[in-house]
């Protein structure tokens, strides 16, 4: 009789993948702010399988995104009490992108957080849903909202000569804009693993409602 020999490595990550299939089981039907899996970074987090994308947006905008205000923007108060304010901006229907203004005048910071909700890829190279934030100073903000505007514009003929085909890439550091036509001008955000779509009603609001915020 032929004896095999069993791969220990093998037979403990079957008994993890059976762990975590049992895990998402438990968690079906849980709310989002109950399934929200931080994974230490700030930047991304990833979500249970189950969890509903509108609970998910409605947690990372209230709640999540004070929490990174908190502890990358403003870090440690020690034993001081420091006052700050945050706004809801806009949001697509889908949650791909919601913006967000935020002040702090004790620590002399302000501007726009764009929060991404979707798709992206962890540690292990599993695709799963995710949010991660990128902040971007006040005056930097007017001006990469005015200028993808102006491009817009600009390039207005362009892009809709022939919709889906042609398009206009611009970019801020990390973060990169397509703008395209599909139905109506449209920009699609590429950020660290993200690639969402920013609506043209939503990023008109964002701009027009950052703008009133900081008068």
Partial sequence: MIVKHINPIIIMKKIIVVFAMLLGIESFGQKAVDVLI??????????????????????????????????????????????????????????????????????????????????????????????????????????????ITDVKNTHKGYLSDTPDVNNVLIEYEDIKFILYYDEGDKIRVFWNGFQVIWERAAFDRTTRRLDKWFK
């Fill in 38 to 147: 931080p994974t230490g970074v700030a930047a991304l987090n990833f979500v249970a399988v189950q969890a509903e994308i509108k609970e998910v947006a409605k947690e990372v905008s209230q709640f999540r995104s004070k929490e990174f205000i908190m502890d990358y923007i403003i870090g440690s108060v020690n034993s001081k009490e420091v006052r700050f304010e945050t706004q809801s901006l806009a949001s697509d229907n889908e949650a791909g992108l919601i913006t967000l203004a935020f002040n702090c005048d004790e620590v002399d910071q302000r501007g726009l957080l764009l929060a991404f909700v979707g798709y992206n890829r962890d540690t292990n190279g599993v695709i799963g849903q995710a949010y991660g934030f990128r902040y971007i100073p006040l005056v930097d903000a007017k001006v990469l909202l005015a200028r």
